[in-house]
Nanobody, 117 residues
């Protein structure tokens, strides 16, 4: 099992910034993917950004150029810096972990991000 500590999120005006942090612990494989998914009301959960243990990042087209994911080299932690936020970014954001060897996926409990004036 994988446990998560998620922080960040909240209410921000359009054009503003927020930073999310995720720390994963427990059964952490040596090769993995860590990052964030999100789910807006009435929509399916979707990938936002992920990063491998080696630092390779992947972004959804909708957030490229606005969001940046980073990782602590020595720890299984990832930060998501979100800039130029839009109302479409409003969603519950879930920390995500995938074990490279088993393919098992885990999600955190989620944190609300609301972009509104």
């Amino acid at each position: 099992q994988v446990q998560f500590v998620e922080s960040g999120g909240g209410l921000v005006q359009p054009g503003g910034s927020l930073r999310l942090s995720c720390a994963a612990s427990g059964s952490i494989s040596s090769v993995y993917i860590l990052g964030w998914h999100r789910q807006a009301p009435g929509k399916q959960r979707e990938l936002v950004a992920t990063i491998s243990q080696g630092g390779l990042a992947n972004y959804a087209d909708a957030v490229k150029g606005r969001f940046t994911i980073s990782k602590d080299r020595a720890k299984s932690t990832a930060d998501l810096q979100m800039n130029l936020l839009k109302s479409d970014d409003t969603a519950v954001y879930f920390c995500y972990f995938r074990n490279h060897y088993t393919g098992r996926e885990f999600w955190g409990q989620g944190t609300q991000v609301t972009v509104s004036s």
